[in-house]
């Protein structure tokens, strides 16, 4: 997931998560602390409870006229236990070496919730233990509650009873300490989340800077046009390698474009050459046989020499009329004139477009009266009347012809559609049919629809077509209202052709 967000957003997400880390961490590890040290504390504090009222014990013992014995303890510390408990402030209880109690300092009235009997396993823990001494450790009404148990001896080191001294730990002062401390700390660790997220944000920004400009270089990157050379200020080792390559890419590209073009070009020209070789070699023919037949037959005295030399004259002016046809076509698609751009009713330009066709199965049909756009009427007329064209010849062996043209808006754009139910276009014809040379009928040079498709590209219009074969075929084609200018193209054996594929 993380790999998905941009190097910007990574370094300001990457910088935000290590601030918030840290601040965990440390607040992790303060409280871990302050824990740590409240527990030393309560430890040392009994410790130091513990042995001083082990040392009044034994003082007791040693003022007292009493044997120092187990039985005696009742009477030994009678009324010298409430004294001690007063001067050390804080209650203990004597038991005898079976784990009974003897006696507490705590008052009677609370007897009742000091265990009158030890447990076996404190025993034999406290007995175990190599000094002599057993801390057992407990929670009691959500607050830690510590008892250690020791030996009270003799004057010979004789056990002879069981020091219980209770301690509850009182931490209300250390959490209150702890709370202040953390939202100090929270403070601080906020101002600084807010000072690092605008370092982040700058930071990244400033790192990112020129790899996004080498982004926008590259995306802006065209074959068809010249494209800018990289130039940052001081880049870093690593951006300046980059850029460097980049400038160096642009170069090859800019001289393997201009070998492209020239090779284009000349591919262009030859296969100009041979198509217009091919084309005027048709009529050449009849002609040749024409005049070879009328030489063999020539016959001054015949009778009907004047119609037959008026027939030979009508085929002649026939294929010389095919042949000035020929370069019309090709003067037509390798020249475009200038366009003359004038506010035209394209709904009325495409009915005049239509009223050169006799056939009667034309149908015109458009939801406006009047649709506006910026387009040069010859041009516009040169495009209806192609493909209406086309479609006408598409319906040479249909029983039911007919073709229907369209004119509506659609989001800013004029669109004019020509549909037929003749023969279609097969599947592996589909990618070739507006290259300039290439025609599936028997006759024509197969230039119409390449040069269509030259006006509507030069308008930054779009042409596209549906087909299935032997239901009919679908040209679509759509202008901008606002012509959007662009450079002129002058048909794809110029120098001035875009370097792309058509």
């Excluded at 001067?87 to 784990?99: A, H, K, R, T």
């Excluded at 698609?333 to 200038?338: G, H, L, N, S, V």
């Excluded at 040069?376 to 209406?388: A, F, G, S």
């Excluded at 759509?478 to 048909?491: T, Y």
């Amino acid at each position: 997931m993380f790999r998905k967000f941009s190097l910007r957003s990574r370094i300001f997400i990457a910088m935000i998560l290590l601030v918030l880390i840290a601040s965990v961490l440390i607040a992790g590890v303060t409280i871990y602390q302050y824990r740590e040290q409240s527990k030393d504390y309560h430890q040392e504090r009994l410790e130091r409870k513990e042995g001083q009222i082990k040392q009044s014990v034994d003082y007791t013992l040693q003022k007292t006229t009493y044997p120092r014995t187990t039985e005696n303890l009742a009477y030994i510390f009678k009324d010298e236990i409430y004294q001690i408990a007063d001067v050390q402030n804080v209650n203990f209880n004597i038991y005898d070496l079976e784990g009974q109690l003897i006696i507490s300092s705590r008052p009677s009235f609370v007897n009742d919730s000091i265990s009158v009997c030890l447990d076996a396993e404190v025993l034999n823990r406290l007995s175990a233990s190599p000094g002599k001494r057993y801390v057992e450790e407990n929670s009691l009404a959500g607050d830690q509650y510590q008892a250690s148990y020791t030996y009270i001896t003799d004057a010979k080191f004789k056990s002879i009873g069981i020091l219980n001294l209770p301690y509850f730990e009182d931490n209300s002062f250390s959490n209150m300490e702890l709370r202040e401390f953390l939202l100090r700390l929270t403070g601080v660790y906020l101002l600084m989340l807010i000072i690092a997220i605008g370092l982040a944000y700058f930071i990244s920004k400033y790192i990112t800077r020129s790899l996004q400009n080498i982004s926008d270089k590259l995306n802006q990157t065209d074959l068809t046009k010249r494209n800018e050379k990289i130039i940052v200020d001081d880049p870093s080792d690593e951006i300046g390698k980059l850029i460097d390559s980049y400038n160096g890419m642009i170069d090859e590209l800019e001289q393997s474009a201009a070998k492209l073009a020239r090779s284009e070009r000349e591919q262009a020209w030859r296969e100009m050459a041979k198509q217009v070789a091919h084309e005027i070699k048709n009529p050449l023919t009849p002609m040749r046989l024409s005049v070879q037949s009328f030489e063999q037959k020539f016959n001054a005295k015949d009778p009907a020499i004047t119609q037959k030399v008026a027939e030979y004259s009508k085929t002649l002016i026939q294929q010389i009329d095919t042949m000035s046809n020929i370069a019309s076509a090709f003067s037509n698609f390798a020249e475009m004139p200038a366009q003359q751009n004038e506010t035209l009713n394209v709904v009325k330009i495409v009915k005049l477009a239509l009223d050169i066709f006799n056939e009667n199965y034309i149908h015109f049909i458009s939801d406006e009266e009047e649709i506006i756009a910026k387009l040069d009427r010859t041009q516009l007329i040169r495009v209806v009347t192609n493909l209406v064209k086309n479609a006408t010849q598409a319906l040479r062996n249909v029983a039911s012809p007919r073709i229907l043209v369209s004119v509506s808006s659609e989001n800013g754009y004029v669109k004019i559609a020509v549909a037929d139910n003749g023969v279609g276009i097969a599947d592996e014809f589909k990618e070739k049919i507006f290259e300039p040379k290439f025609t599936t009928k028997s006759s024509g040079m197969g230039l119409g629809l390449g040069m269509v498709k030259n006006i509507v590209e030069t308008y930054k219009g779009s042409i596209h077509f549906t087909s299935q074969p032997e239901k009919g075929t679908v040209f679509t084609v759509k202008f901008p209202k606002e012509k959007e200018l662009s450079k002129p193209v002058f048909g794809p054996f110029s120098e001035n052709t875009p370097l792309k594929d058509n």
